[in-house]
């Protein structure tokens, strides 16, 4: 079973940046696309970006220039950089795969809850002064 832990997350101040982390266990991340949602309380949960099994990237309008995912197949990880926090930024972020039957697991589908999977606990943002 495809396992997903996020980390990285914490409070910082406005205009400052985070690092999060997807690891994965039990399987290797290459293998797949891995796309990164948020949640803020009372809100959907909003796609943001993925990167396909050959590295190439789709980000949601939202957050172009200031958010960056990236991965290090070495340590089975995809990062999310986050900088210019905003209080808006606030939320529980989340990765996940490509839910298996839809497309390849390893292209990136669009950036919908419903084409996802396999989904991790979340990592909590909070940007506050």
């Known amino acids: 079973q495809l396992q997903l832990v996020e980390s990285g997350g914490g409070l910082v101040q406005p205009g400052g940046s985070l690092r999060l982390s997807c690891a994965a266990s039990?399987?290797?991340?290459?293998?797949?696309?891995i796309g990164w949602f948020r949640q803020a309380p009372g809100k959907e949960r909003e796609g943001l970006s993925c990167?396909?099994?050959?590295?190439?990237?789709v980000y949601a309008d939202s957050v172009k220039g200031r958010f960056t995912i990236s991965r290090d197949s070495a340590k089975n990880t995809v990062y999310l950089q986050i900088n210019s926090l905003v209080p808006d930024d606030t939320a529980t972020y989340y990765c996940?795969?490509?839910?298996?039957?839809?497309?390849?697991?390893?292209?990136?589908?669009?950036?919908?809850?419903?084409?996802?999977?396999?989904w991790g606990q979340g990592t909590q943002v909070t940007v506050s002064s």
């Open positions: 996940a795969v490509p839910r298996p039957g839809l497309l390849d697991q390893r292209i990136c589908p669009p950036l919908l809850s419903a084409t996802f999977d396999s």
């Open positions: 039990g399987f290797p991340l290459d293998d797949y696309a």
């Open positions: 990167i396909n099994w050959r590295a190439r990237t």
